[in-house]
């Protein structure tokens, strides 16, 4: 089975590299970031953190962070698979080395481990890279996933995947895992080296909202009008959209939206002002000196980065994906006591069941179900202050994972 994996591993690559020979940008930055040959590296202890993307990350990086802290002498190697997290946080100063993870065949797995020898490795989540696993468990390497939440559907769960299952057994010393459920699956399946850690996206958004850091310019937008109520909808696509410029022509005089949509391309930018028939303008344009008037109804966020401190603006948060494959991260308006809305897509993520249940979210399929929910909220001080105590009781309920992690390892 290990061949077939690595063959695939093969193809894989070379689908990637054609690619960009075809112009894809994502393959293209892929491929030129790779890296070529043996590097230098500074002498001393390294640790290996691999995260997927961007969000995993922001996922990693409070038990980074932490970790550092504790011991201030050790390298730290931060790995990427995706651009979109290697190009946002290439510069990330608190680790030592920021790569592209080189493809999982067993020649650069043992390239990379010669070049760094790592003395413990730590995965986020998904990242089941097999010949990576293998090279670590082989060299007695201590490896370690957290934030990581398993369903009986996923494919290592089917009977032709079994040995995969397997491999992941043996070559994690620990699995932190979210939830009960997860945990239950694994020692079904014979994986008995398994804690409920819960996921340190709650950690990671707490410094934020401990950070406090302002953001000028959307706040003298605002001062334009202050007697508004304000949504701001985060990582929004097309269908959220269309449904959020419906809402607002129904409630312009009494609302206005914080737009950061998750692509923030040209062409999407033009097609959102296209979309929203009433004034807008975008935040490059307060940038670039231009002077925001009360008549602007949507401000249009044009740039990354900047989405987890704008929720602190917001009366509701509305959270795009739910119409795609799901939806995206909840807990960063969640940890500033702002209640959220999103679409029908949300049911493999557990903050979004959770805060369903506990009256601090709600999911619509179509509009009249989005202004079911939404008017209630910016018409009512008593139902949003409700659902924001509640999303700050589950906030609290739900912090201290990176601690958990790191006190089981240095305690075992």
């Given at each position: 089975?290990?061949l077939?994996?690595t063959?695939?591993i093969?193809l ?14 994502n ?5 030129q970031?790779w ?39 050790r ?15 290439k ?7 920021v ?9 650069n797995?043992?390239?990379l ?14 990242e ?17 996933l ?12 089917r009977?032709?995947c ?7 057994g043996t ?25 409920i850690a ?13 950070a406090d ?19 701001v909808?985060g990582?929004?696509?097309e ?6 410029e ?9 609302l ?23 004034p ?10 231009r ?18 401190k704008?929720y ?17 991260n ?7 006591g ?18 369903l249940?506990i009256g601090?979210a709600?999911?619509?399929s ?12 910016l ?23 990176t ?10």
């Amino acid at each position: 089975m290990r061949l077939i994996y690595t063959l695939g591993i093969y193809l894989y690559t070379l689908g990637i590299r054609a690619a960009a020979l075809c112009g894809h940008r994502n393959a293209r930055l892929m491929v030129q970031g790779w890296p070529r040959g043996e590097r230098k590296v500074e002498e001393g202890e390294w640790v290996w953190f691999h995260v997927a993307s961007l969000g995993e990350f922001e996922q990693a990086r409070p038990v980074l962070e932490a970790y550092r802290q504790r011991h201030p002498d050790r390298h730290v190697l931060l790995s990427f698979f995706s651009p979109s997290g290697y190009e946002v946080r290439k510069n990330y100063p608190l680790a030592d080395r920021v790569i592209y993870l080189p493809m999982d065949t067993p020649r650069n797995a043992r390239q990379l481990l010669d070049t760094y020898h790592p003395t413990v490795a730590f995965f986020v989540k998904y990242e089941f890279w097999y010949n990576y696993l293998g090279q670590l468990r082989d060299r007695g390497i201590p490896t370690y996933l957290f934030s990581s939440i398993f369903r009986k559907e996923q494919y290592f769960f089917r009977q032709s995947c079994r040995w995969f299952l397997r491999q992941l057994g043996t070559c994690f010393t620990h699995l932190f895992v979210q939830n009960e459920a997860s945990l239950q699956l694994l020692t079904q399946h014979g994986i008995q080296h398994v804690s409920i850690a819960g996921d340190t996206r709650f950690d990671r958004v707490h410094q934020i909202v401990l950070a406090d850091e302002s953001v000028p310019l959307v706040e003298q937008w605002l001062a334009t009008d202050a007697e508004s109520k304000v949504v701001v909808a985060g990582s929004s696509w097309e269908p959220d959209e269309a449904l959020l410029e419906q809402y607002l022509q129904d409630h312009r005089k009494q609302l206005r939206l914080i737009l950061a949509p998750h692509v923030v391309s040209p062409e999407h930018i033009s097609h959102i002002e296209q979309t929203f028939q009433c004034p807008t303008v975008r935040y490059s344009q307060l940038v670039a000196g231009r002077q925001p008037e009360p008549a602007d109804r949507v401000l249009i966020i044009d740039s990354i980065g900047m989405l987890s401190k704008l929720y602190r603006y917001a009366d509701v948060a509305y959270i795009g994906g739910g119409f795609g494959v799901g939806i995206h991260n909840t807990l960063e308006a969640v940890a500033f006591g702002k209640p959220v809305l999103f679409g029908p897509n949300y049911r493999k993520f557990q903050e979004a069941i959770d805060l369903l249940a506990i009256g601090a979210a709600w999911s619509h399929s179509d509009y009249p179900t989005l202004a079911d929910h939404l008017s209630p909220l910016l018409t009512s001080t008593q139902r949003l202050n409700s659902a924001s105590q509640a999303c700050l009781q589950y906030m609290q309920r739900n912090l201290g994972s990176t601690n958990k992690i790191l006190d089981t390892i240095e305690n075992s």
